[in-house]
C-alpha cells in the first residue's frame, strides 16, 4: 500500500472532514461534498442495511456494530482508504446495522505495488533459507488480522476454493513447502502447505451445516461483490493537498 507518509496525508484528511462534522456541518452535507464512494454519497452517505460478515471487513463492521448513535467514529481503515462511520440503526439483537460512512479513496500506484510485492519477496526468501519460521513471519508481518494469531492458519479449504493465481501458486505444493507470491486484489499472499486429506465422499448429513455455511458465503461475497464492482467502476480519487 501507500508509504506511512501518504497514508498520513489520507488519514489526516479524513481527521479534517471529521472535525467539519464535530464543528456543526451536517454528515449528510460532508459526504456528498467529499466522500469517494460516489454511488452513496448521493444519499448523504447511506448504505443498505447489512448483517455481520456480509461486507467482508472486520474493522468496519466491528465500528458499525459497536459506535454508539449519534457520534461519528474516528478514522477507519480499510483496504479501500479511511472511512467516516455513524449508525443510522442496528438491531438490537445485533443482527443488522445501517450506516452512513464517508470515503476518503487510497489507491495505490504501480510503485507502492512494487514495493509491496519486494517486501513480500524478501520475506519469503526469510523463510525458504530458515531465517525465520513461516509463523514467525505471519506474526510480524501479515495483514490478515483473521488468522495472524494462528500463526496464519486457515483451516482446511477446498482446492476448489483457490482461484486464478491463488490456485496456481498452491496446488502444486508438496507438504512443507512455501508457495511463490500470489497477487490478487487486495494484495500479496504466500502460502505454506501443512497438511493435506485425500478427496472424500459426504454423507448429507455430515456436510448439510457446512452447505448452509457455502449458500451463506457465496450470498454474502455476491453482495460484497457487487458493492466493490460499483465503486470500482464509480469511485474516482481526486488527491488533495493539505490546507
Given at each position: 500500500?501507500?508509504?506511512?507518509?501518504?497514508?498520513?496525508?489520507?488519514?489526516?484528511?479524513?481527521?479534517?472532514?471529521?472535525?467539519?462534522?464535530?464543528?456543526?456541518?451536517?454528515?449528510?452535507?460532508?459526504?456528498?461534498?467529499?466522500?469517494?464512494?460516489?454511488?452513496?454519497?448521493?444519499?448523504?452517505?447511506?448504505?443498505?442495511?447489512?448483517?455481520?460478515?456480509?461486507?467482508?471487513?472486520?474493522?468496519?463492521?466491528?465500528?458499525?456494530?459497536?459506535?454508539?448513535?449519534?457520534?461519528?467514529?474516528?478514522?477507519?481503515?480499510?483496504?479501500?482508504?479511511?472511512?467516516?462511520?455513524?449508525?443510522?440503526?442496528?438491531?438490537?439483537?445485533?443482527?443488522?446495522?445501517?450506516?452512513?460512512?464517508?470515503?476518503?479513496?487510497?489507491?495505490?500506484?504501480?510503485?507502492?505495488?512494487?514495493?509491496?510485492?519486494?517486501?513480500?519477496?524478501?520475506?519469503?526468501?526469510?523463510?525458504?533459507?530458515?531465517?525465520?519460521?513461516?509463523?514467525?513471519?505471519?506474526?510480524?508481518?501479515?495483514?490478515?488480522?483473521?488468522?495472524?494469531?494462528?500463526?496464519?492458519?486457515?483451516?482446511?479449504?477446498?482446492?476448489?476454493?483457490?482461484?486464478?493465481?491463488?490456485?496456481?501458486?498452491?496446488?502444486?505444493?508438496?507438504?512443507?513447502?512455501?508457495?511463490?507470491?500470489?497477487?490478487?486484489?487486495?494484495?500479496f499472499h504466500v502460502f505454506k502447505l501443512v497438511g493435506e486429506?485425500?478427496?472424500?465422499?459426504?454423507?448429507?448429513?455430515?456436510?448439510?451445516?457446512?452447505?448452509?455455511?457455502?449458500?451463506?458465503?457465496?450470498?454474502?461475497?455476491?453482495?460484497?461483490?457487487?458493492?466493490?464492482?460499483?465503486?470500482?467502476?464509480?469511485?474516482?480519487?481526486?488527491?488533495?493537498?493539505?490546507?
Amino acid at each position: 500500500g501507500p508509504d506511512s507518509v501518504v497514508e498520513e496525508n489520507y488519514r489526516q484528511r479524513a481527521e479534517e472532514i471529521r472535525e467539519e462534522i464535530v464543528g456543526g456541518l451536517p454528515f449528510e452535507e460532508a459526504a456528498r461534498r467529499y466522500s469517494d464512494d460516489e454511488r452513496s454519497a448521493e444519499q448523504g452517505g447511506l448504505l443498505g442495511r447489512f448483517s455481520p460478515g456480509e461486507l467482508g471487513d472486520r474493522n468496519f463492521e466491528s465500528v458499525a456494530f459497536t459506535l454508539p448513535r449519534g457520534e461519528i467514529s474516528e478514522p477507519v481503515r480499510t483496504n479501500l482508504g479511511y472511512h467516516l462511520l455513524e449508525v443510522v440503526a442496528r438491531d438490537s439483537e445485533g443482527a443488522w446495522a445501517r450506516v452512513r460512512h464517508i470515503l476518503v479513496g487510497i489507491t495505490p500506484s504501480k510503485s507502492d505495488a512494487q514495493r509491496v510485492r519486494r517486501k513480500v519477496q524478501r520475506i519469503r526468501d526469510r523463510i525458504v533459507a530458515g531465517e525465520i519460521t513461516f509463523a514467525e513471519a505471519v506474526r510480524r508481518h501479515s495483514q490478515d488480522h483473521a488468522s495472524r494469531e494462528e500463526g496464519g492458519d486457515v483451516g482446511w479449504l477446498p482446492i476448489d476454493n483457490f482461484l486464478g493465481e491463488t490456485r496456481a501458486a498452491v496446488e502444486d505444493l508438496r507438504v512443507g513447502e512455501i508457495s511463490p507470491i500470489a497477487e490478487v486484489e487486495g494484495g500479496f499472499h504466500v502460502f505454506k502447505l501443512v497438511g493435506e486429506q485425500a478427496a472424500t465422499e459426504y454423507t448429507f448429513d455430515e456436510i448439510q451445516g457446512e452447505l448452509r455455511n457455502i449458500v451463506e458465503m457465496e450470498e454474502r461475497q455476491k453482495v460484497l461483490d457487487e458493492y466493490l464492482a460499483e465503486l470500482r467502476n464509480e469511485t474516482f480519487v481526486e488527491i488533495r493537498p493539505l490546507q
